[in-house]
């Protein structure tokens, strides 16, 4: 993912019609929408992660959102630009949107995506009627319609790793009907999700010692840690081209795995076990569950 992969956005802000519509010009000539126009929230205050390393990232997709942010920077004192001089990595370039951000709410998007309409009030509606939610994610396509994301589940594969987070219902139908309740897990992606800034700060962001994976399960698992709930909100449907940036986002794995492994086993319960067949069996931890309102 790393600094060219992550829009950071102010909620509650003015709407701003022609920013948005600039936004969804240029992000169209790369193939990739970033905001969805038929959403009230107008993110205003947007800070963009400029493309440092643009090693293993299409070009024409660089050009595009580098003329994007110096356009946009231009034309309206709101719109704020980070540039980092070098890749620093998704935790790092998250952390630096989130401190320039002014918004109640942080909302961690990947640009490789193409939100539907609703997407963001779904999400802002979690938060807004259930001051115990920490965290909300949202139900990820592929772009043949097929789920990537609709919750995490904490897996241990006996004698491989005692704790994988894998991405349930991956490839099920998007509209098949366990994809569309609401539920409680213990971790949701940050490709898409909205955080309490607050929740956010008391937790001092995502842990850097990360490099593009898994920092946002940590945080997942921090945010339960302090007593808030993780949501996935099925309302909020958004299209992702997974893992756009190339392979230097996979430099990290083993050291991610380590990280998560010294931080987490014996403290987080699988939601369930593994076998080599491939079958799983639920632990009984009782982690994921429907979501209902405090």
């Known amino acids: 993912m790393g600094d060219s992969k992550v829009y950071w956005t102010d909620l509650r802000t003015t709407p701003s019609l022609t920013i948005l519509q600039k936004l969804e010009r240029l992000l169209r000539e790369s ?26 990232i ?3 997709y660089v050009a595009v959102v580098s003329r994007l942010v110096r ?13 980092n001089a070098k890749n620093v990595g998704f935790a790092r370039a998250c952390n630096q949107g ?20 609703g997407w963001l009030d779904a ?16 139900r990820l396509l592929y772009p043949d319609g097929t789920i990537q994301h609709a919750g995490v589940l904490i897996a241990e594969f006996p004698g491989v790793d005692p704790l994988r987070a894998v ?28 955080v309490r800034r607050a929740t956010f700060e008391a937790l ?13 399960i940590d945080l997942c698992f921090r945010i339960r840690e302090r007593g808030e709930r993780v949501v996935y909100e099925p309302r909020s449907v958004i299209v ?43 632990t009984g931890a009782g982690q994921v569950r429907r979501y209902r309102v405090s």
């Open 71 to 83: 356009e946009l920077a231009a034309a309206d004192p709101r719109v704020r630009a980070l540039r």
């Open 58 to 60: 299409r070009a024409p």
């Open 123 to 138: 999400l802002v509606a979690v938060l807004d009627d259930d001051p115990s939610v920490g965290a909300v994610g949202a």
């Open 167 to 194: 991405h349930v219902y991956a490839r099920a139908r998007g509209d098949a009907p366990e994809v569309l309740e609401r539920r409680e897990y213990q971790a949701v992606t940050a490709a898409a999700a909205l």
């Open 240 to 282: 992702h081209h997974e893992s756009q940036s190339g392979p230097e986002r996979f430099r990290g794995v083993a050291r991610n795995v380590r990280r998560l492994h010294e931080r987490w086993i014996g403290k987080v319960k699988p939601d369930v076990v593994v076998a080599p067949d491939g079958t799983a069996r639920d």
């Open 98 to 117: 989130a401190a320039a951000a002014r918004g109640r709410d942080l909302l961690f998007l990947n640009n490789d995506t193409e939100p539907r309409a």
């Open 31 to 56: 193939g990739f929408t970033a905001l969805d126009l038929a959403d009230k929230y107008t993110a205003l205050k947007i800070h963009f992660g400029e493309p440092g390393n643009m090693s293993g």
């Open 204 to 216: 001092g962001g995502f842990d850097e010692e990360y490099w593009n994976g898994y920092e946002d």
